[in-house]
């Protein structure tokens, strides 16, 4: 691991894919209503995913957070899975029976305090003896922080600068214990050398800190940070921060160009431009042959998409009941009630601009041929993130990423919770080994080894964040 | 609290727990901790200790926590609730108390973490409620310094906060109801619509309801004001004396102030350091060579002595209080001889309630899985979830 060396210009391909497993929790994705759906809350399903994956020498297993439930027309959504539990206590659980696999926590910045935040990561990351990872997010809403001290106190435009500040100073805690800081006998003059600790001191605009950090640098220094963020500000907080994107595009040709974008602003902002790790969010509908896996999809859709998801779907954007249309006519033919969706929460899409919208639908599914159900699963499911097609066809479909470097690896969510990985790991990964773009075993004991990912140095000098 | 009590005195056993804190209690246990000093950091040595402390039939260890810790043994320090997840899936009848502070923290994490917690041990969690009252604890998350009285106020606003999310998913709330499409049911979940002194949460817990449905809740006497303890907030209440002659007089004192158990009082536990002969040194001769490098200087009450004679104490005490909470000196060599001499004669007596794994923190501590307080609320599918505030244990 060189950590002095002249950043790289040039993006050279790994030839190499990684695997994460997204354990979503809260979400239409996730299959509920077959006989084989288990609980999404039990330790045993998170048990199960967690070592199914590092059987199959998957780099991260990845958790959400849950800050306020997903609501729907003023009451708590009822249609998908819900209900999860916190992130980082699930993880550290975890790291006890599993030894490979990173650990990662999606926190975010605006309802968790840097001191408090970075400390638990940092715990964390020694548990797992260096596999702990952030995926850093950000939320300004006073919907979400009605359950936070502060309220919702953020507002949209300042949301990354508030993270970057955050994170910077997350970092500095991360860096703040000298290598030696620990008595390495008990006759050293104390357990702790305080001179070889930096207080942390940080006075901005959304928060201060003054505080002496209180654990050392776990064996890969910091833990990795993973950021999804997409607008231009998002990318360009990642160029400078994050390890790895968990990104939105997973299609062969965007992923090039998003891999080209992100190259790009990497080395603007001064780093490598292998620094940053790109592993878009998918889904892998698989099966012995490409019969088997277009029914499968066929299946999956059928029961990720009830009629009744269909409905609520378009109310999500109406801001009304549409309970009197037929799931299986076309879009309703009346206005949205609001401009904004505000009437719906925790989803991700209030802010649209719901009338334009709605005739937007309207005369794309019109245009296609399709009912309320067919048009609402193909916009769900984010077919652009699916995979489907035998184990081989899905792995030669797989080996021109890896040739070119359009993607590190991907983040798979499976469809459905605790087998989901059964197949993947069974198969495709022995195809993948097969044309040599997959790791044989782990490369090594932290998650930074595992994804190529050079252990962070200290930074040169302990500058204030600025904001 | 509806709760089915046990009467005092139980005539299942009292309960031991163990603090597991860096090397020991004692300020200078690094230095003769057998493992070396940094290792009480590492991963592995946590998996070793809880291992043992449950194979010596400890019923519950405790994690210390704090942002700046009095005990420079522990000055650095691993998150106590994530010690205690870490426990959970290495261990099987050990209950697992994190200490959680209630000042700096944001109540809807503490609440969450902690019924994960529960998730993650089976129902094995508890929490030892902390109040900060120091002014370092403050500047690090850049609040204002809060100091008493106000902390007991803190203290049983965070808990009433925790109680009213566990209970804000009702048991029976995730349905799995194809015909209908509905994975929960609407009606079973409820706002928490907590609102405070300094904060306010709206709810609902964004996880189900906890396995044991309310953790168990212990706090230090004297935390919360009488009024709050005898409203139920607390299940377990921990206490302190000077000296370990002076335990019996605390608890009798307690239970007079307390409502009874049986009539939904909280359970009696005391603290107690502890230093014993180990390894062919007597315990007065290893407690001077510790405190000769750094004295202890602690408020709870300290017995020194033979293996023997401590069985010998704690039998005493365990016939008046529901449990003992040991702060080992050095916690590889005591914990050795607490192994070794002193849990198997008091078990021999009868003296310890039989462990049983897989049982629950509540059925430890004899107490019923309660309902949850919304179960009766009316609810009505045509509006809005009703606002619960007002409701309470």
């Known amino acids: 691991m060189s950590e002095q060396t002249e950043p790289a210009t040039t993006f050279v391909p790994s030839g190499r894919l990684q695997l994460g497993v997204f354990f979503q929790g809260v979400n239409s994705g996730t299959v509920w209503k077959a006989a084989e759906s288990g609980s999404q809350t039990d330790f045993e399903s998170f048990r199960r995913i967690a070592q199914t994956a590092e059987r199959g020498l998957f780099a991260a297993f990845f958790l959400g957070e849950g800050l306020r439930l997903r609501e729907h027309l003023g009451r708590p959504h009822a249609l998908d899975v819900a209900g999860r539990p916190d992130a980082q206590t699930m993880l550290a659980a975890l790291a006890a029976i599993t030894s490979r696999i990173g650990l990662v926590a999606t926190q975010n910045t605006t309802y968790n305090d840097p001191a408090d935040l970075a400390h638990r990561l940092s715990t964390l990351d020694l548990l797992s003896g260096g596999r702990a990872a952030w995926n850093v997010v950000t939320t300004d809403n006073a919907w979400t922080g009605a359950n936070f001290r502060r309220g919702g106190y953020l507002d949209h435009a300042d949301r990354y600068r508030h993270a970057e500040a955050f994170v910077q100073t997350a970092k500095e805690i991360w860096d703040s214990w000298d290598e030696g800081a620990l008595a390495a006998s008990g006759t050293d003059e104390t357990w702790v050398d305080r001179a070889a600790l930096r207080p942390i001191h940080h006075n901005g605009r959304h928060y201060t800190v003054d505080y002496l950090p209180r654990l050392p640098r776990s064996p890969q220094h910091h833990p990795v940070l993973f950021q999804a963020g997409d607008s231009p500000e998002g990318r360009n907080f990642a160029a400078r921060q994050a390890d790895v994107i968990f990104s939105a595009h997973p299609q062969y040709d965007d992923a090039l160009q998003f891999r ?23 889904e892998f ?14 299946w999956v859709r059928s029961l990720q998409i009830g009629p009744q998801q269909a409905i609520a779907y378009l109310e999500q954007f109406w801001g009304r009941e ?45 245009e296609k041929g399709l009912t309320i159900r067919q048009f609402v699963s193909a916009r769900t499911s984010r077919g652009d993130a699916t995979f ?5 066809e899905v792995a030669d479909r797989l080996q021109q990423y890896a040739v070119t470097g359009a ?15 059964d197949d993947i790991v069974n198969h495709l990964v022995p195809a993948l080994q097969e044309r040599g773009v997959y790791p044989t075993e782990y490369e090594g004991s932290t998650l930074r080894d595992n994804l190529g990912l050079a252990n962070p140095a200290r930074l040169p000098t302990l500058s204030p964040a600025s904001a | 609290m509806t709760d089915t009590q046990t009467p005092f005195p139980p005539e299942r056993g009292g309960l031991l727990l163990l603090d597991l804190d860096g090397s020991g209690a004692h300020p200078a246990a690094w230095r003769l901790d057998p493992a070396g000093p940094a290792r009480s950091l590492l991963p592995q040595r946590l998996r070793e200790t809880v291992l043992a402390a449950e194979s010596a039939g400890f019923h519950a260890a405790t994690f210390s926590d704090g942002p700046t810790p009095r005990n420079p043994s522990a000055a650095a320090h691993l998150d106590a609730l994530q010690r205690a997840a870490f426990a959970a899936p290495v261990t099987r009848s050990l209950a697992l108390i994190p200490e959680v502070d209630t000042v700096y923290t944001e109540p809807f994490h503490v609440g969450t973490q902690l019924a994960s917690l529960d998730y993650v041990s089976l129902g094995r969690a508890g929490w030892l409620v902390a109040a900060s009252a120091d002014a370092a604890a403050a500047a690090a998350v850049g609040r204002e310094h809060v100091a008493a009285p106000a902390l007991a106020d803190e203290a049983a606003d965070a808990i009433e906060v925790s109680r009213r999310l566990w209970d804000s998913w009702e048991d029976d709330a995730v349905i799995r109801d194809v015909p209908s499409g509905r994975y929960l049911d609407v009606d079973k979940l409820h706002y928490a619509d907590f609102a405070g002194r300094n904060y306010s949460v709206k709810g609902p817990a964004i996880i189900p309801r906890p396995p044991q449905g309310q953790l168990p809740v212990l706090a230090p006497a004297g935390l919360l004001a009488p009024e709050q303890v005898a409203a139920g907030a607390v299940d377990g209440l921990l206490l302190s004396a000077p000296a370990p002659g002076l335990l019996a007089a605390e608890v009798t004192a307690a239970r007079a102030q307390n409502q009874p158990r049986v009539a939904g009082g909280p359970a009696l536990i005391v603290e107690l350091d502890i230093v014993l002969d180990a390894r062919g040194q007597s315990a007065s001769d290893r407690l001077a060579a510790l405190d000769a490098y750094t004295p202890w200087q602690e408020t709870r009450a300290r017995f020194t002595g033979t293996a023997a004679e401590l069985a010998d104490l704690l039998a005493e005490l365990l016939l008046v209080t529901d449990g003992v909470r040991l702060h080992p000196a050095v916690l590889d060599v005591e914990l050795e001889e607490l192994a070794r001499l002193v849990l198997p004669a008091l078990r021999l007596r009868g003296l310890l309630a039989p462990i049983h794994p897989d049982a629950t923190f509540r059925e430890q501590l004899g107490l019923s899985r309660p309902p949850s307080r919304y179960a009766d609320a009316v609810t009505r599918a045509t509006t809005a979830v009703p606002s619960t505030r007002g409701a309470n244990a």
């Open chain 1, 388 to 392: 489907t097609g035998s184990y081989t």
């Open chain 1, 260 to 282: 080209s974008d992100i190259v790009a602003r990497t080395v603007a902002a001064g780093r490598g431009a292998n620094d940053v790790k790109i592993m878009p969010a998918s």
């Open chain 1, 407 to 421: 993607v590190d690896g991907f983040n798979i969510s499976p469809w459905l919770i605790p087998t989901g990985l």
């Open chain 1, 322 to 366: 549409l309970s009197a249309y037929d799931p299986d006519g076309p879009l309703p033919d009346i206005d949205p009630v609001v401009e904004e969706t505000s009437e719906t929460r925790g989803s991700g899409f209030h802010g649209a601009k719901a009338r334009e919208l709605a005739s937007t639908w309207r005369s794309e599914a019109a």
């Open chain 1, 285 to 298: 509908i698989l099966g012995a042959t490409s019969k088997e896996a277009q029914d499968k999809k066929a």
